[in-house]
């Protein structure tokens, strides 16, 4: 809207407030009143208020609307008569400033709106599944079981096969270290695509029923097909007792593809590694029931603490690595659940076919994923388990004290979480695991005393991070706000930063041009999967309000942190 266009809006609307508010009576009399909820109508109609329009929009009439009577009432008692120079000039600045928010209210309209469209567009692809089968595979006998790779505080992870799950592509997802000039040894997934976990059972019971109840959070991460039986006869959707929430399918959080109780078996290195959770039948002096709960998922080559043990990412890699952790934490947040134990262990990786790390969050044992809680927990006794890893507990769950009415949000929790992990993927150690005079205590830091990342690290990434270390939650950027800010620092280049990305038509103009790139790339061969996935990843869950925090976030650490 140019300015002359403006100024002759503006005229006619001062003439016609003005018009109004002198000849109109009932105008007069809502001037004295205030004028503030009820419009003025003609004379036989009754008045009735704007429910119609979303609050916002009623919240600018109305005041525009106050303040017009205010000034007619001052006319009015002043004798200002219509041609006075003042009073031209007071209805044309208030007709200007009616003009320019109307203006702004069409922008958000139609930034909005695209937005939604946007959303709309890129919500409709559904992850793909790794393997070209998964028809059968609800017993343990149907698998062949590799060697153990992993073993936690609950339950030992081992590398399987099962003719049934051939992968989509046979990729060999490898690393590679270099020490001294010679190749280590490279570990490989091909061979045994799938992982079986095989959760410890002390103290649950060995009926179906109350194994599944005792550990139905594990299930939080289960597709729609896991629990049910080969020949449908029987499907076990896992309603014994407190159901968890169930997470739908997302590029940055593990998938258990089957889930079901069998007796426990004597797999290789149990005796010497885990002897004492063994039933009696195995080890007479064996604490574990006979039966237990086994998780059927993706086999990944690495943790991230292997991965980062062996590999150095890059600045790009690092940024992109860090994205994915809040895109998955964003995913489980915006379907009111809480990880509580997020930790380089519980992130596996593999390398897409272009050799960028892809990160999946697993191990959901200690997540709060009830229905009737979301991200809140009821905090009323210190028996109330408050998560795991207490290294990387946020200050507002660790300093959290019992008593009656106290509940913890974990709604940036988890967020918290990933800017700890941030310092480990780019080389340094985790200041929040380090013992002595340099290491951290999450109850008590002073955010004064983080250190900094090396100088290689982007600045937009320092920034995100120092930002999600804040103790006060109320001052942290959501997991979604922190994304949007490493999205716009990657994909916007200096844009934001040389534009007035104020303008909610720049901002809109952005993303329209952003989703035709990423329709255009994605119907091209590319090598990598993990930037298009991110991606895509942002346009489906965008929002203009979050993504203005996000700049403001940005805008505001560059001008706080001198890095």
């Given at each position: 809207?140019?300015?002359?266009?403006?100024?002759?809006?503006?005229?006619?609307?001062?003439?016609?407030?003005?018009?109004?508010?002198?000849?109109?009576?009932?105008?007069?009399?809502?001037?004295?009143?205030?004028?503030?909820?009820?419009?003025v109508t003609p004379l036989g109609r009754a008045a009735q208020p704007r429910s119609l329009l979303p609050a916002r929009y009623r919240y600018y009439r109305?005041?525009?609307?106050?303040?017009?009577?205010?000034?007619?009432?001052?006319?009015?008692?002043?004798?200002?008569?219509?041609?006075?120079?003042?009073?031209?000039?007071?209805?044309?600045?208030?007709?200007?400033?009616?003009?320019?928010?109307?203006?702004?209210?069409?922008?958000?309209?139609?930034?909005?709106?695209?937005?939604?469209?946007?959303?709309?567009?890129?919500?409709?692809?559904?992850?793909?599944?790794?393997?070209?089968?998964?028809?059968?595979?609800?017993?343990?006998?149907?698998?062949?079981?590799?060697?153990?790779?992993?073993?936690?505080?609950?339950?030992?992870?081992?590398?399987?096969?099962?003719?049934?799950?051939?992968?989509?592509?046979?990729?060999?997802?490898?690393?590679?270290?270099?020490?001294?000039?010679?190749?280590?040894?490279?570990?490989?997934?091909?061979?045994?695509?799938?992982?079986?976990?095989?959760?410890?059972?002390?103290?649950?019971?060995?009926?179906?029923?109350?194994?599944?109840?005792?550990?139905?959070?594990?299930?939080?991460?289960?597709?729609?097909?896991?629990?049910?039986?080969?020949?449908?006869?029987?499907?076990?959707?896992?309603?014994?007792?407190?159901?968890?929430?169930?997470?739908?399918?997302?590029?940055?959080?593990?998938?258990?593809?089957?889930?079901?109780?069998?007796?426990?078996?004597?797999?290789?290195?149990?005796?010497?590694?885990?002897?004492?959770?063994?039933?009696?039948?195995?080890?007479?002096?064996?604490?574990?029931?006979?039966?237990?709960?086994?998780?059927?998922?993706?086999?990944?080559?690495?943790?991230?603490?292997?991965?980062?043990?062996?590999?150095?990412?890059?600045?790009?890699?690092?940024?992109?690595?860090?994205?994915?952790?809040?895109?998955?934490?964003?995913?489980?947040?915006?379907?009111?659940?809480?990880?509580?134990?997020?930790?380089?262990?519980?992130?596996?990786?593999?390398l897409d076919s272009g050799g960028c790390p892809r990160l999946v969050i697993t191990d959901f044992g200690c997540c709060l994923a009830e229905t009737d809680?979301?991200?809140?927990?009821?905090?009323?006794?210190?028996?109330?388990?408050?998560?795991?890893?207490?290294?990387?507990?946020?200050?507002?769950?660790?300093?959290?004290?019992?008593?009656?009415?106290?509940?913890?949000?974990?709604?940036?929790?988890?967020?918290?979480?990933?800017?700890?992990?941030?310092?480990?993927?780019?080389?340094?150690?985790?200041?929040?695991?380090?013992?002595?005079?340099?290491?951290?205590?999450?109850?008590?830091?002073?955010?004064?005393?983080?250190?900094?990342?090396?100088?290689?690290?982007?600045?937009?990434?320092?920034?995100?991070?120092?930002?999600?270390?804040?103790?006060?939650?109320?001052?942290?950027?959501?997991?979604?706000?922190?994304?949007?800010?490493?999205?716009?620092?990657?994909?916007?280049?200096?844009?934001?930063?040389?534009?007035?990305?104020?303008?909610?038509?720049?901002?809109?103009?952005?993303?329209?041009?952003?989703?035709?790139?990423?329709?255009?790339?994605?119907?091209?061969?590319?090598?990598?999967?993990?930037?298009?996935?991110?991606?895509?990843?942002?346009?489906?869950?965008?929002?203009?309000?979050?993504?203005?925090?996000?700049?403001?976030?940005?805008?505001?650490?560059?001008?706080?942190?001198?890095?």
């Amino acid at each position: 809207m140019s300015v002359k266009h403006l100024v002759l809006r503006g005229v006619q609307l001062g003439r016609s407030l003005l018009h109004s508010g002198l000849l109109n009576p009932a105008a007069r009399a809502a001037a004295r009143l205030g004028g503030e909820r009820l419009r003025v109508t003609p004379l036989g109609r009754a008045a009735q208020p704007r429910s119609l329009l979303p609050a916002r929009y009623r919240y600018y009439r109305v005041s525009l609307r106050g303040l017009a009577a205010q000034l007619q009432s001052r006319a009015v008692r002043r004798l200002l008569g219509v041609a006075s120079p003042r009073n031209r000039a007071v209805f044309l600045a208030f007709g200007l400033g009616a003009g320019l928010v109307e203006q702004q209210l069409q922008e958000e309209r139609a930034g909005s709106a695209a937005c939604r469209d946007i959303q709309a567009l890129f919500k409709k692809k559904k992850l793909q599944n790794p393997f070209r089968s998964f028809n059968s595979g609800y017993k343990l006998d149907e698998y062949v079981i590799g060697k153990q790779i992993g073993k936690g505080c609950n339950a030992a992870v081992y590398e399987a096969a099962a003719p049934f799950a051939i992968p989509r592509e046979s990729e060999r997802c490898s690393l590679l270290e270099q020490k001294d000039a010679e190749p280590c040894v490279t570990r490989s997934v091909a061979d045994f695509p799938l992982a079986v976990k095989m959760m410890w059972n002390i103290g649950a019971g060995s009926s179906s029923e109350a194994i599944l109840n005792s550990m139905s959070q594990e299930l939080v991460p289960a597709c729609p097909k896991a629990l049910e039986e080969e020949n449908g006869a029987n499907t076990l959707h896992g309603h014994f007792g407190n159901v968890p929430k169930r997470v739908s399918p997302h590029p940055n959080v593990i998938t258990v593809y089957r889930a079901f109780t069998a007796d426990v078996p004597l797999l290789p290195g149990a005796q010497e590694e885990y002897p004492d959770v063994l039933p009696p039948r195995l080890n007479p002096a064996g604490m574990g029931n006979s039966r237990t709960l086994f998780l059927v998922m993706k086999n990944y080559p690495y943790t991230l603490r292997q991965y980062l043990e062996v590999s150095v990412p890059s600045k790009k890699e690092g940024t992109l690595m860090v994205l994915q952790l809040l895109e998955g934490v964003d995913h489980l947040c915006r379907q009111g659940i809480a990880h509580r134990d997020l930790k380089s262990d519980n992130v596996l990786v593999e390398l897409d076919s272009g050799g960028c790390p892809r990160l999946v969050i697993t191990d959901f044992g200690c997540c709060l994923a009830e229905t009737d809680l979301g991200l809140k927990l009821p905090f009323n006794s210190r028996c109330v388990n408050r998560g795991g890893n207490a290294c990387l507990m946020a200050p507002e769950v660790a300093t959290a004290v019992p008593g009656p009415g106290v509940v913890i949000d974990y709604s940036k929790a988890d967020a918290w979480a990933v800017g700890a992990i941030a310092y480990e993927i780019f080389g340094q150690r985790n200041p929040f695991y380090t013992t002595g005079p340099n290491g951290l205590d999450s109850r008590k830091y002073e955010e004064k005393q983080l250190p900094l990342l090396p100088s290689y690290v982007p600045t937009d990434t320092r920034v995100v991070v120092r930002l999600l270390l804040r103790r006060n939650p109320n001052r942290r950027p959501s997991a979604r706000v922190a994304a949007n800010m490493l999205h716009v620092s990657l994909w916007g280049g200096q844009a934001w930063a040389h534009q007035d990305w104020a303008s909610l038509k720049k901002m809109a103009d952005w993303l329209l041009c952003q989703s035709a790139v990423v329709l255009l790339n994605g119907r091209s061969p590319s090598r990598s999967t993990v930037e298009p996935e991110l991606q895509r990843c942002f346009l489906a869950n965008i929002k203009l309000e979050e993504l203005r925090a996000a700049v403001g976030f940005l805008i505001f650490g560059r001008e706080q942190y001198s890095f």
